[in-house]
């Protein structure tokens, strides 16, 4: 990598933060294995005024999906499901699903049809099976059935529990019939629960004893303890062009750190820092080991990292789908500053970005925390520096 290169990332940044279009960021670089770039910018709390470190700890939203999925996968090589199963068979809730059909919004009341397959975990874990996000979701009409039906999504400070969540959940309609169309979803919150069920352990504990541990990931938790509460970074807001601490909404923001902390949200809940989630990713450049320590097989990893949704993003789109990330095909390549084709990524609600590039051996992370619209460039710009740097 060229320093003279890798600079022009430290500039991007610095000017991110000084044209107030993000109050703070940690970005990271590695390349076949090793730390090229790794600083931290402008303010982790600016009404405290403290400033951004290089450890401090983001919340990764959805960055927790990959986790999950990997997590699932590694219960997969044990035997103890095939993909194409039914999630009812581990759920019985879920036996029957509903395809929605129509809403009355007098009473918020839907009736639906019979699906025409049932929701398999690989529909799951590549979000075809239908299901959807509640407070995020596309359709109004679904943002009310969920909100009545008391789901729980993405956080929480409430005294629930994914069981309790996912149960509730499955008793609701489908966006489409399983395998049809690509939706976002809760579908990783689904496996949280499965995951609980099929290993007998709690899914903080599994996550924590299986991949956190063995990979060091010591500062990646759905929740904290007092003493790493200073080391969490504020999610913020634009007011009158200054930036303040988001207020609590529909989640309390300082979520990991108070409340009933019993919510293990598999699609969103987890948090970590730059340097924890470029190890889970090199984990995956490795072709599922590091340091020594084997979570995958190299062929699981392949079959993660392959084509999963069919034709369903087009057959000539820029990406595709796996069983954990989105994948840049040779027409995203071709496209210039993605990476080469097999780069996988994915974001996070807060703002976060990552990606890895398994043929040039690169991993990119760049995280801040803000919540609502942003005048926020870096992260495109920070995956088309990382390449541009390459200098071999």
């Known amino acids: 990598m060229s320093a003279e290169r890798l600079a022009r990332i430290d500039m991007m940044c610095k000017e991110a933060v000084d044209e107030g279009r993000v109050p703070g960021i940690v970005s990271l670089v590695a390349r ?155 579908g990783l919150d689904v496996l949280g629960y499965l995951i609980e069920v099929v290993s007998g352990e709690s899914f903080d504990e599994f996550l924590r004893t299986h991949i956190f541990d063995p990979l060091g990931m010591d500062d990646t938790r759905f929740y904290f303890p007092e003493k790493k509460a200073d080391r969490l970074v504020a999610v913020q807001h634009r007011v009158n062009g200054t930036w303040e601490k988001f207020p609590v909404t529909f989640y309390d923001p300082d979520y990991p750190v108070k409340g009933a902390k019993t919510f293990f949200s598999g699609g969103a809940g987890l948090s970590s820092t730059a340097k924890d989630y470029a190890t889970f990713l090199q984990m995956y450049l490795n072709g599922g080991e590091y340091n020594g320590i084997r979570l995958l097989s190299r062929t699981t990893v392949d079959v993660i990292l392959s084509k999963q949704i069919g034709d369903i993003w087009g057959e000539d789109s820029n990406r595709q789908f796996g069983l954990a990330f989105s994948i840049l095909t040779e027409n995203g390549q071709a496209r210039g500053g993605l990476g080469s084709a097999g780069t996988f990524n994915w974001s996070g609600y807060f703002n976060s970005q990552y990606f890895a590039d398994p043929q040039e051996q690169i991993i990119g992370v760049i995280l801040k925390q803000t919540e609502g619209p942003v005048d926020d460039d870096s992260g495109w710009k920070f995956r088309q520096l990382v390449f541009q740097a390459l200098d071999d």
């Open 32 to 186: 076949k294995g090793k730390i090229v770039h790794w600083e931290a910018y402008g303010m982790a709390d600016n009404q405290k005024g403290r400033k951004m470190k290089r450890d401090d700890i983001f919340r990764i939203a959805s960055q927790s999906k990959a986790i999950t999925a990997t997590a699932v996968m590694m219960l997969w090589e044990e035997g103890a499901f095939r993909l194409d199963d039914p999630v009812s068979k581990f759920i019985p809730e879920f036996k029957d699903p509903q395809v929605f059909s129509r809403f009355r919004y007098e009473d918020t009341t839907w009736t639906g049809l019979p699906a025409k397959s049932e929701i398999s975990i690989r529909h799951l874990l590549n979000h075809t099976s239908g299901i959807g996000y509640g407070i995020i979701d596309g359709d109004e009409r679904m943002k009310m059935i969920y909100q009545k039906a008391g789901v729980t999504d993405l956080f929480t400070t409430d005294a629930v529990t994914i069981q309790e969540s996912v149960k509730r959940l499955a008793a609701l309609p489908l966006h489409h019939n399983p395998g049809e169309d690509f939706t976002y979803s809760e």
